[in-house]
């Protein structure tokens, strides 16, 4: 790539001035400055301007253009065309630094050549898409300062708003600028896209009398005609397009215009007076040029010689400005001229236009030759949509599930036969489910029109699913069970799959009675059908009605159906099992591949709940690991509007912020999924929440709290997970709180737990528990026995507040030396993991021993943000800043802003010293 050019000299002009033919838009052009500012200083912005037609948002697009020539600006306008074709206007925008792709990490390299159909077999999803766009542009900017300007967004395909509203969210520290620019209705309502919603919005108003006047004395054939001034102003209403174009338009002009007709028809109305006085060859030109949004000229002209064009034609364009040529790129001088010709055109001139694209294109782009095709086809084209039925298999394949969607969509609407209609269109909602798009997915799903029992099932297994991350989980619930009921006999393999949905939902809700009949239906099912779904909905059935010694059978075997399996979907079901069973190790590895395989396909929906599992897996053993995994949960859920997994993934944040003894953070999250709760009964993520009060009662030294909201929590049984996972805090909250009796029930629960479970840290938890309830011998063999089960199989984080309460027992015994390997092993681990409290409190007990104790860099962590302590963490492992921003979605620019911050907190100089903290956990 070539260096930046050398800056301009400074310019002290006003804006207004320093930008030919730009009136009365100082505020505006004064923030566009600014914003070129902060880039060249280093720092990302975004702008979104908004307006009717012909206001001046292209105008203040070029003035953006002009004044940063000596920046990298990528361009690109959306083209009715081709809004409903993923990734065009990332093709566009991106075309000019085809080459410099392959700069970028190897994998998102692959992933972003093969959306923008540079390779046939990449993993093009929408999350790997994105985190590609913003290492490329970090990338650019690392060489000159990039500025993108993306207009017409309302036309720009949905893919490509969201990769490019995802890279705004994250390019904080690169010298990256995105201009986008928005044409409002007439109503002058702004349709803006939920990816761009928090962008800084900027709409364009009518320009001020003295604007108008400016505009019209600047037209040497109105400065003698007043009465005609002032009817071109009265129309134009301060549109400075309008201003302009109007003039000598008589029928715009004439008694105010025709009534009823917006100006933007009339704006749109006079470009097309333009294009009809061209001979029939150039407006052919005119049109395939609208019609195809790359603007590459080859293509362009590669289809307008089959229409009869030649680059004579464009020439005539030129001159009469309605289109400019940069090197190997067409685009009109104002996006208004494209839509009024393309618009305006007869179908069977669009549909000649679209073929000639299709046929330019044939021979290296099979995918957007295949959606030109489709853009002609006229209703029912069975060869067609055959062809995009092909294309979307093969997206699928790639994991494209954005193109799949889009192009299973078209396919419906071009065959006749309603059958295949509504497979497709059934096809279609389920990925845009998975993609996370609940409403798309649900208008899909209503004009399905469904006659057979087999896509019955599947319509109303999806109508729960949405049911349930909307909040609304027992309705989902009773839709997904009544369901389930019907398709037993025709389709078991569904039924299985819905039942086990149910019971996910009422787990949610924490309704242990629709859990237990959620069993019961399953032994209905064909055991042909049965999948580890069933299996796990089985064991968590005989958990809450028969107790864990009848049900770790049944969990054991979900998992070990699953145990040679690398399917997404069966390793979050075996995931789960193991964690109701208390094999973190085998929780963890089933959650790490669950969630890998859902982010390399682009599913958010299912990664989120991947998520859920990862992060519950972690707490005990690598709480900043838990941390990591539950901000991604929380963003992905929240991205795909998952009521009950952001609820969730706040109850693992509340979780590790206790465990720190952040009581601010840990209240406020716990706050916000208590608050949702009330609204949609979701009893599951309450129980966490409360649980993670007591723990962080429990950490900063008030056991009685402790003991009363665990207490509370466990005689409310909403949730057995929950009340297994916390009994051990409970028993150590009642010890240490002086009522030793409170704690009976819970013990009684560990000690099923731990025997029916087989799980190692579950006897672990037993025995530590055992000992702080007893005296003595007793205690002391507790002790000991709970630490030979750590040391080899137990969480680090559960190894230490077992060392600690050892070292304490062993101090009040008057046994110092013995104390202080306990307490000193409690006290690092604690500062390794940022559990402040915990530290403090075993260093404490060290200095009662006679011990100094000196402090470390590790406690200083407590003033990191959550993101700060993931960079950190990944740093620490040995990752580059670009590996760690590819981990993350960031920029390498972002990652190593934030490891300056780290350093300056932690009082460390390197990334070597950042290693030496043993972040890795």
Request: some cysteine; charged content about 25%.
């Given at each position: 790539?070539?260096?930046?050019?050398?800056?301009s000299?400074r310019?002290?002009?006003?804006p207004?001035?320093?930008?030919?033919?730009?009136?009365?838009?100082?505020?505006?052009?004064?923030?566009?400055?600014?914003?070129?500012?902060?880039?060249?200083?280093?720092?990302?912005?975004?702008l979104l301007?908004?307006?009717?037609a012909?206001i001046?948002k292209s105008?203040?697009?070029?003035?953006?253009?002009e004044?940063?020539?000596?920046?990298?600006?990528?361009?690109v306008?959306?083209?009715?065309?081709?809004?409903?074709?993923?990734?065009a206007?990332?093709h566009?925008?991106?075309?000019?630094?085809?080459?410099e792709?392959?700069?970028i990490?190897?994998?998102?390299?692959?992933?972003?050549?093969g959306a923008l159909?540079?390779?046939?077999?990449?993993?093009?999803?929408?999350?790997?898409?994105?985190?590609?766009?913003v290492?490329?542009?970090?990338?650019?900017?690392?060489?000159?300062?990039?500025?993108?300007?993306?207009?017409?967004?309302?036309?720009?395909?949905?893919?490509s708003?969201?990769?490019?509203?995802?890279?705004q969210?994250?390019?904080?520290?690169?010298?990256?600028?995105?201009?986008?620019?928005?044409?409002?209705?007439?109503?002058?309502?702004?349709?803006?896209?939920?990816a761009?919603?928090?962008l800084?919005?900027?709409?364009?108003?009518?320009?001020d009398?003295?604007?108008?006047?400016?505009?019209?004395?600047?037209?040497p054939?109105?400065?003698?005609?007043?009465?005609?001034q002032?009817?071109?102003?009265?129309?134009?209403?301060?549109n400075?397009?309008?201003?302009?174009?109007?003039?000598?338009?008589?029928?715009?002009?004439?008694?105010?215009?025709?009534?009823?007709?917006?100006?933007?028809?009339?704006?749109?109305?006079?470009c097309?007076?333009?294009a009809?006085?061209?001979?029939?060859?150039?407006?052919?030109?005119?049109?395939?040029?609208?019609?195809?949004?790359?603007?590459?000229?080859?293509?362009?002209?590669?289809?307008?010689?089959q229409?009869?064009?030649?680059?004579?034609?464009?020439?005539?364009?030129?001159?009469?400005?309605?289109?400019?040529?940069?090197?190997?790129?067409?685009?009109?001088?104002?996006p208004?001229?494209?839509?009024?010709?393309?618009?305006?055109?007869a179908?069977?001139?669009?549909?000649?236009?679209?073929?000639?694209?299709?046929?330019?294109?044939?021979?290296?782009?099979?995918?957007?030759?295949t959606w030109?095709?489709?853009?002609?086809?006229v209703?029912p084209?069975?060869?067609?949509?055959?062809?995009?039925?092909?294309?979307?298999?093969?997206?699928?394949?790639?994991?494209?599930?954005?193109?799949?969607?889009?192009a299973?969509?078209?396919?419906?609407?071009l065959?006749?036969?309603?059958?295949r209609?509504?497979?497709?269109?059934?096809?279609?909602?389920?990925?845009?489910?998975?993609l996370g798009?609940?409403?798309?997915?649900?208008?899909?799903?209503?004009?399905?029109?469904v006659?057979?029992?087999?896509?019955?099932?599947?319509?109303?297994?999806?109508?729960?699913?949405?049911l349930?991350?909307?909040?609304?989980?027992?309705d989902g619930y009773?839709?997904?069970?009544?369901?389930?009921?019907r398709?037993t006999?025709?389709?078991?393999?569904?039924?299985?799959?819905?039942?086990?949905d149910?019971?996910?939902?009422?787990s949610?809700?924490?309704?242990?009675?629709?859990?237990?009949?959620?069993?019961?239906?399953?032994?209905?099912?064909d055991?042909?059908?049965?999948?580890?779904?069933?299996?796990?909905?089985?064991?968590?059935?005989?958990?809450?009605?028969?107790?864990?010694?009848?049900?770790?059978?049944?969990?054991?075997?979900t998992?070990?159906?699953?145990?040679?399996?690398?399917?997404?979907?069966?390793?979050?079901w075996?995931g789960?099992?193991?964690?109701?069973l208390?094999?973190?190790?085998?929780?963890?590895?089933?959650?790490v591949?669950?969630?890998?395989?859902?982010?390399?396909?682009?599913?958010?929906?299912?990664?989120?709940?991947?998520l859920?599992l990862?992060?519950?897996a972690e707490?005990?053993?690598a709480?900043?690991?838990?941390?990591?995994?539950?901000?991604?949960?929380?963003?992905?859920?929240?991205?795909?509007?998952?009521?009950?997994?952001?609820?969730?993934?706040l109850?693992?944040l509340?979780?590790?912020?206790?465990?720190?003894?952040n009581?601010?953070?840990?209240?406020?999250?716990?706050?916000?999924?208590f608050e949702?709760?009330?609204?949609?009964?979701?009893?599951?993520?309450?129980?966490?929440?409360?649980?993670?009060?007591?723990?962080?009662d429990?950490?900063?030294?008030?056991?009685?709290?402790a003991?009363?909201?665990?207490?509370?929590?466990?005689?409310?049984?909403r949730?057995?997970?929950v009340?297994?996972?916390?009994?051990a805090?409970?028993?150590?909250?009642?010890?240490?709180?002086?009522?030793?009796?409170?704690?009976?029930?819970?013990?009684?629960?560990?000690?099923?737990?731990?025997?029916?479970?087989?799980s190692?840290?579950?006897?672990?938890?037993?025995?530590?528990s055992r000992?702080?309830?007893g005296?003595?011998?007793?205690?002391?063999?507790?002790?000991?026995r709970?630490?030979?089960?750590?040391?080899?199989h137990g969480?680090?984080v559960?190894?230490a507040?077992?060392q600690?309460?050892?070292g304490?027992?062993?101090?009040?015994e008057?046994?110092?030396?013995?104390?202080?390997?306990h307490?000193?092993?409690?006290?690092?681990?604690?500062?390794?993991?940022?559990?402040?409290?915990?530290?403090?409190?075993?260093?404490?007990?060290l200095?009662?021993?006679?011990?100094?104790?000196?402090?470390?860099?590790?406690?200083?962590?407590?003033?990191?943000?959550?993101?700060?302590?993931?960079?950190?963490?990944?740093?620490?492992?040995?990752?580059?800043?670009?590996?760690?921003?590819?981990?993350?979605?960031?920029?390498?620019?972002?990652?190593?802003?934030?490891?300056?911050?780290?350093?300056?907190k932690?009082?460390?100089?390197?990334?070597?010293?950042?290693?030496?903290?043993?972040?890795?956990?």
């Amino acid at each position: 790539m070539q260096q930046p050019a050398a800056a301009s000299e400074r310019d002290d002009r006003a804006p207004e001035d320093r930008a030919s033919k730009v009136y009365g838009r100082r505020p505006e052009l004064n923030r566009i400055d600014h914003l070129l500012r902060r880039v060249r200083g280093g720092r990302f912005d975004a702008l979104l301007l908004s307006g009717e037609a012909g206001i001046g948002k292209s105008t203040l697009l070029n003035y953006a253009a002009e004044q940063a020539a000596d920046m990298l600006v990528l361009r690109v306008s959306g083209v009715d065309a081709e809004s409903q074709l993923p990734f065009a206007g990332l093709h566009g925008l991106l075309h000019p630094v085809f080459d410099e792709i392959d700069r970028i990490p190897e994998s998102q390299a692959t992933a972003l050549r093969g959306a923008l159909g540079l390779s046939p077999t990449a993993h093009d999803n929408q999350l790997s898409i994105s985190g590609s766009t913003v290492s490329l542009l970090s990338m650019l900017a690392e060489h000159r300062p990039v500025v993108c300007l993306v207009d017409d967004v309302q036309w720009l395909d949905a893919a490509s708003i969201n990769a490019l509203g995802f890279a705004q969210r994250r390019l904080g520290e690169d010298r990256v600028a995105m201009l986008f620019a928005l044409r409002t209705t007439d109503g002058g309502a702004v349709p803006c896209p939920s990816a761009l919603s928090t962008l800084e919005a900027l709409p364009l108003k009518a320009l001020d009398q003295g604007a108008v006047d400016a505009i019209l004395n600047d037209r040497p054939e109105l400065r003698a005609d007043e009465q005609l001034q002032r009817a071109i102003a009265t129309v134009a209403a301060g549109n400075p397009l309008a201003l302009v174009e109007l003039t000598g338009d008589d029928s715009s002009t004439g008694a105010g215009g025709t009534p009823g007709i917006s100006l933007g028809l009339r704006l749109e109305r006079v470009c097309l007076r333009r294009a009809e006085a061209l001979a029939p060859s150039v407006r052919r030109l005119l049109l395939v040029t609208a019609a195809e949004d790359s603007g590459e000229l080859g293509v362009i002209l590669e289809a307008a010689r089959q229409l009869g064009a030649s680059l004579h034609e464009l020439a005539q364009l030129e001159r009469l400005a309605l289109v400019q040529v940069v090197k190997d790129r067409v685009r009109f001088v104002h996006p208004l001229i494209g839509s009024a010709v393309y618009q305006a055109a007869a179908f069977h001139e669009r549909q000649e236009a679209h073929v000639a694209l299709a046929s330019a294109l044939a021979d290296h782009d099979q995918s957007r030759s295949t959606w030109h095709r489709a853009a002609a086809a006229v209703y029912p084209a069975e060869g067609v949509s055959e062809a995009l039925e092909t294309l979307a298999r093969s997206a699928r394949r790639r994991a494209a599930l954005t193109t799949a969607a889009a192009a299973l969509e078209r396919a419906a609407t071009l065959t006749a036969d309603w059958s295949r209609r509504g497979r497709l269109l059934v096809e279609a909602a389920e990925l845009r489910w998975e993609l996370g798009s609940a409403p798309d997915a649900e208008h899909l799903a209503e004009k399905a029109a469904v006659a057979d029992h087999e896509l019955e099932a599947r319509v109303a297994h999806l109508r729960g699913r949405i049911l349930v991350a909307r909040g609304a989980v027992l309705d989902g619930y009773e839709l997904l069970t009544s369901a389930a009921t019907r398709a037993t006999e025709h389709d078991p393999s569904r039924a299985a799959w819905m039942i086990a949905d149910a019971a996910r939902a009422a787990s949610y809700g924490g309704d242990i009675g629709r859990q237990v009949a959620a069993g019961r239906l399953t032994d209905a099912i064909d055991a042909a059908s049965i999948l580890p779904a069933v299996m796990l909905t089985n064991g968590v059935a005989t958990l809450l009605s028969s107790g864990i010694d009848a049900a770790a059978p049944l969990l054991r075997s979900t998992m070990d159906a699953v145990a040679e399996d690398d399917d997404p979907a069966r390793c979050l079901w075996a995931g789960t099992a193991a964690a109701y069973l208390g094999d973190l190790q085998q929780a963890r590895s089933f959650g790490v591949i669950a969630a890998s395989g859902f982010r390399a396909t682009g599913a958010l929906t299912s990664l989120a709940q991947a998520l859920e599992l990862l992060s519950v897996a972690e707490l005990a053993d690598a709480p900043l690991k838990a941390e990591t995994a539950a901000l991604e949960g929380l963003q992905v859920a929240t991205d795909s509007k998952q009521v009950p997994s952001i609820a969730v993934h706040l109850s693992t944040l509340a979780t590790v912020s206790a465990l720190r003894g952040n009581e601010e953070h840990t209240v406020d999250c716990a706050a916000q999924v208590f608050e949702m709760s009330a609204r949609h009964g979701l009893a599951y993520p309450e129980a966490r929440a409360m649980a993670a009060l007591g723990l962080l009662d429990l950490a900063l030294g008030r056991p009685q709290r402790a003991l009363d909201r665990l207490d509370q929590l466990d005689r409310s049984a909403r949730h057995i997970g929950v009340s297994l996972a916390f009994a051990a805090d409970l028993v150590e909250a009642a010890v240490r709180a002086g009522q030793p009796e409170r704690a009976r029930a819970a013990l009684t629960r560990l000690e099923e737990w731990s025997c029916s479970s087989r799980s190692p840290w579950a006897h672990a938890l037993l025995e530590r528990s055992r000992a702080l309830l007893g005296v003595g011998a007793v205690a002391e063999d507790g002790f000991v026995r709970a630490l030979e089960l750590e040391m080899t199989h137990g969480p680090a984080v559960s190894r230490a507040r077992t060392q600690l309460l050892f070292g304490e027992f062993l101090r009040r015994e008057r046994r110092q030396t013995e104390a202080r390997q306990h307490l000193r092993a409690a006290a690092e681990t604690f500062r390794v993991f940022d559990a402040g409290p915990w530290a403090r409190r075993a260093e404490a007990e060290l200095r009662a021993t006679g011990e100094s104790v000196r402090r470390r860099h590790v406690a200083e962590l407590s003033h990191l943000t959550p993101q700060e302590r993931q960079i950190a963490r990944l740093v620490a492992t040995g990752m580059s800043s670009k590996e760690a921003a590819a981990q993350l979605f960031l920029s390498p620019r972002t990652v190593d802003y934030h490891l300056r911050k780290i350093f300056a907190k932690t009082g460390i100089a390197s990334r070597t010293q950042l290693r030496d903290l043993d972040l890795a956990g």
